[in-house]
């Protein structure tokens, strides 16, 4: 019996996805990628069963969606020294990096099999003393000779994110929320907007939380050319991306590796990238990513919009064979099995 965990996250709320009981629902409408990759683990035969861990206020009864025989489990527990008490794993993978993982990994670090740590933000490496075999990272600048790192590399879920036939109302679609405005850039490209005349002639549309704090940086730097539509679900990202030339990410390096990047890319979108933003070179390589540098971001918005076919055509070959689905999973498991 091979078995992969997953644990997910020391939140205890549960997510809009466990609401789904059928595996159909679940796997059309989830948008996570780290619990969508164990279901394609599971399908392609990789393992016999998955377990994605998470912990609770109060009990649960679990969700299991049986494939082929073989079962996913979404597991609540009030600690997660509780799952000693269940059949060990093959491979765990630590996503989040939550002081409850280096707990239960230092008093049995032996139990979890192959135990790959992929971080968030700040916490790239284990903050308190875990034990983790691998280092998954998602920006080869984050690479530390003191530890075993090892790419991660990630994609969306196409069921949610894929081209949709449609005009294009938006020269630039901008997701991002204004609770996160320490990491996003949003104060920056408003500036850089209201410095450039020629960038105040192009039509954005924001999506994300609290538009009234960018509404209130528009108006401090005298910029007209953004609307605003408020926080919108994936499935109106998708119609906003598909409806814009190109997808924008001005994350900073306080900011994680924020997959915003990969679902615009597999809206069909290009994608114009900032210097800072975490994202393995991988992706950079793709003639549908611009990465920029801040003084060359006006200019290289510019031209972007001027060659738009170019880079149109681009993201499309890239969705049927470096970004898929497939491709992307595949590209994870070939790198866990050589550890």
Same mark, same amino acid.
């Given at each position: 019996?091979?078995?992969?965990? &997953?644990?997910?996250?020391?939140?205890?709320?549960?997510?809009?996805?466990h609401s789904?009981?059928?595996?159909?629902i679940?796997?059309?409408?989830c @948008?996570?990628y780290?619990?969508?990759?164990? &279901?394609?683990l599971?399908?392609?035969?990789?393992?016999?069963?998955?377990?994605?861990?998470?912990?609770?206020?109060?009990?649960?009864?679990?969700?299991?969606?049986?494939?082929?025989?073989k079962?996913?489990?979404?597991?609540?527990? #009030?600690?997660?020294?509780?799952?000693?008490y /269940?059949?060990?794993p093959d491979i765990?993978?630590w996503?989040?990096?939550?002081?409850e993982?280096?707990?239960v990994?230092?008093i049995?670090?032996?139990?979890?099999g192959k135990?790959l740590?992929?971080?968030a933000?700040?916490?790239?490496?284990? /903050?308190?003393?875990?034990?983790?075999?691998? /280092?998954?990272?998602?920006?080869?600048?984050?690479?530390?000779?003191k530890?075993?790192?090892l790419?991660?590399?990630?994609t969306?879920s196409p069921?949610?994110? @894929?081209?949709?036939?449609c005009?294009?109302t938006?020269?630039?679609?901008?997701?991002?929320?204004?609770?996160?405005?320490?990491?996003?850039?949003?104060?920056?490209?408003?500036?850089?907007? %209201?410095?450039?005349?020629?960038?105040?002639t192009i039509?954005?549309? @924001?999506?994300?939380?609290?538009p009234?704090?960018g509404?209130?940086l528009?108006?401090?730097?005298?910029?007209?050319?953004?609307?605003?539509?408020?926080?919108?679900?994936?499935?109106e990202l998708?119609?906003?991306?598909? #409806?814009s030339?190109?997808?924008?990410? &001005?994350?900073n390096r306080i900011?994680?590796?924020?997959r915003?990047s990969?679902?615009?890319?597999m809206?069909?979108?290009?994608?114009?990238?900032?210097d800072?933003?975490?994202?393995?070179?991988?992706?950079?390589?793709n003639? #549908?990513?611009?990465t920029?540098?801040?003084n060359?971001?006006?200019?290289?918005?510019? %031209?972007?919009?001027e060659?738009?076919?170019?880079?149109k055509?681009?993201?499309?070959q890239?969705?049927?064979?470096?970004?898929?689905?497939?491709?992307? #999973?595949?590209?994870?498991i070939?790198?866990?099995?050589?550890?």
């Amino acid at each position: 019996m091979r078995r992969f965990w &997953l644990f997910r996250s020391n939140l205890k709320d549960l997510e809009y996805y466990h609401s789904f009981k059928d595996l159909e629902i679940f796997e059309k409408y989830c @948008h996570d990628y780290y619990l969508l990759l164990p &279901l394609w683990l599971l399908k392609k035969d990789f393992f016999d069963e998955v377990v994605i861990w998470r912990l609770t206020k109060f009990p649960r009864d679990e969700i299991v969606f049986e494939i082929n025989s073989k079962k996913f489990i979404q597991r609540w527990v #009030s600690d997660f020294k509780l799952s000693f008490y /269940y059949p060990k794993p093959d491979i765990s993978f630590w996503r989040g990096g939550f002081p409850e993982y280096d707990e239960v990994t230092k008093i049995r670090p032996e139990f979890f099999g192959k135990k790959l740590y992929l971080g968030a933000g700040q916490r790239q490496f284990s /903050y308190y003393n875990g034990k983790y075999d691998v /280092y998954l990272i998602e920006d080869e600048r984050d690479f530390n000779s003191k530890y075993n790192c090892l790419p991660f590399y990630k994609t969306a879920s196409p069921y949610i994110f @894929h081209p949709v036939t449609c005009g294009k109302t938006w020269d630039i679609c901008w997701p991002c929320n204004f609770t996160q405005i320490r990491y996003k850039g949003q104060e920056f490209f408003i500036k850089k907007i %209201s410095e450039d005349k020629k960038l105040q002639t192009i039509k954005i549309v @924001h999506c994300g939380n609290r538009p009234d704090k960018g509404q209130k940086l528009a108006k401090k730097y005298g910029v007209k050319s953004i609307e605003f539509v408020g926080p919108v679900n994936r499935i109106e990202l998708n119609t906003l991306l598909n #409806s814009s030339k190109f997808g924008l990410n &001005l994350s900073n390096r306080i900011d994680g590796c924020p997959r915003i990047s990969t679902e615009i890319l597999m809206s069909g979108t290009p994608l114009i990238s900032r210097d800072t933003v975490r994202l393995l070179k991988y992706y950079k390589k793709n003639k #549908s990513v611009i990465t920029t540098t801040d003084n060359d971001l006006s200019k290289n918005i510019l %031209s972007a919009i001027e060659n738009y076919e170019v880079y149109k055509n681009a993201v499309l070959q890239d969705i049927k064979l470096s970004l898929s689905f497939e491709n992307i #999973s595949q590209k994870n498991i070939d790198t866990w099995q050589k550890i």
